[in-house]
């Protein structure tokens, strides 16, 4: 079973390309909404969140208290290493247990910070999913209702995505001159293929 990473910048279409990919009976893995959950269910984790972030991370009723740790880690690089170097390992070992259930020719793991995470190894092919930056803010604006500035505010966060595309084995661009149902299949053809030849 070959495993698949799939990522790209905020507003690129990774999650629209994962969302096809399931149709089409391939199991993904949302890292980023496993990772969030791991902070609630995962008592070692919590218990690391606690000790670094004070109690205050946890609500008295076990529920992740978010503005208190936004507000630590926002404009604050050292803090959000530490909180990734936390959340990161534990959603790598959630993964791996998901990978082992799983009985398809290949599984997806959708991750946007799928390189700067160290969560990319033991993958064995990564799909880069890119469209030009006005798009991108253009949907994400859309999306979720917030200004242009908020966008780009959120992309300065982010490694640059034509650096991350050239570290990608196959790239998917998510422009409005193709049509992204074909170029998706194509890849799902090509991965299948790819699969029996291991
Ligand atoms: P994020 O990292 O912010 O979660 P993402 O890379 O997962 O973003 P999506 O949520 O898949 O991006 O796409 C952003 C928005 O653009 C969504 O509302 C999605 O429906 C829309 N979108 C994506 N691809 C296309 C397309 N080819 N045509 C039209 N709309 C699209």
Redesign the pocket.
Known sequence: MLKIGLT????????????VLEVLGVPVYYA?EAAKELMHSNELLKQQLILHFGKETYFEDGQLNRKHLSSIVFNNKEKLELLNSLVHPATIADAKEWFSKQHSPYVVK?A?LLFESGTAEGLDYIIG?T?PIAL?IK??M???GVTADEVKR?MANQVDEALKMKLCDFVVH???QE??LPLVLALHNELIKRSTEQ
């Open positions: 790209g910048g905020i507003g690129s279409g990774k999650s629209t390309v994962a969302k980023d959708e946007a999913v469209a991108r949907r994400v859309d999306r979720d959120r998510n422009n409005e049509l992204l």
